[in-house]
Nanobody, 121 residues
């Protein structure tokens, strides 16, 4: 398995910024690089939702709720995916996770522990 390790979360005021990182510590470069990767978030009682994804050619997609505020990027040599979050809103409060996506756009690996983002108003 990939052993996904997310970090960078915290408590921030509305309008602030955070940068999340996710490293696939047990993947080798040749396995990490071809994958489509995404950031998800989940709040208690709700399903995990995909908020951003990035392909091998760095093509990106975003959920409407974060478009224009979040930027996903990747560093294949470090086997790491990033999520730069700006203009944060209280509704962005959630636990954030990363994962690769299968061809059917399903999560590919066992989930990591996630990183908590809390935005105060």
């Amino acid at each position: 398995q990939a052993h996904l390790v997310e970090s960078g979360g915290g408590l921030v005021q509305a309008g602030g910024s955070l940068r999340l990182s996710c490293t696939a510590t047990r993947l080798i470069f040749s396995v990490f690089s071809p994958d489509l990767w995404g950031w998800y978030r989940q709040t208690p009682g709700k399903e995990r939702e995909l908020v951003a994804s990035i392909g091998t050619t760095t093509a990106t997609n975003y959920a409407d709720s974060v478009k224009g505020r979040f930027t996903i990027s990747r560093n294949n040599s470090r086997k790491t995916v990033y999520l730069q979050m700006s203009d944060l809103k209280p509704e962005d409060t959630a636990t954030y996770y990363c994962n690769a996506l299968t061809a059917a756009k399903q999560p590919k690996y066992t989930w990591g522990q996630g990183t908590q983002v809390t935005v105060s108003s």
